[in-house]
């Protein structure tokens, strides 16, 4: 399993909303999306610092939603939350529970 995360710093009162979005628009489309395996959205509201992880069963599936365009289609929504730009990161899954 594959794991793709951003790390990026949310304007503080935006995290409600950005969280919202993540929850009712890109997830819903991920589970549309070839061995998508689940996300999370990690937050610290004190600090703004946020980390949207999706879980792809391999790393073919998770690159096909970036050359796809997806991916890039999904960030581009949070542009307006962001303090800065945002740390894409992958990697593999060695241990799940």
């Given at each position: 399993?594959?794991?793709?995360?951003?790390?990026?710093?949310?304007?503080?009162?935006?995290?409600?909303?950005?969280?919202?979005?993540?929850?009712?628009?890109?997830?819903?489309?991920?589970?549309?999306?070839?061995?998508?395996?689940?996300?999370?959205?990690?937050?610290?509201?004190?600090?703004g610092t946020s980390i949207p992880i999706t879980l792809w069963q391999s790393e073919?599936?998770?690159?096909?939603?970036?050359?796809?365009?997806?991916?890039?289609?999904?960030?581009?929504?949070?542009?307006?939350?962001?303090?800065?730009p945002p740390i894409r990161e992958t990697y593999e899954v060695i241990v799940h529970?």
């Amino acid at each position: 399993m594959f794991a793709r995360l951003l790390r990026l710093q949310i304007k503080i009162n935006r995290i409600d909303e950005a969280t919202k979005l993540f929850e009712e628009s890109v997830i819903p489309l991920c589970k549309d999306k070839k061995g998508y395996k689940g996300a999370y959205f990690l937050t610290d509201r004190k600090t703004g610092t946020s980390i949207p992880i999706t879980l792809w069963q391999s790393e073919k599936d998770m690159l096909a939603t970036e050359s796809s365009h997806f991916f890039q289609e999904q960030l581009v929504k949070f542009v307006r939350f962001f303090k800065g730009p945002p740390i894409r990161e992958t990697y593999e899954v060695i241990v799940h529970d």
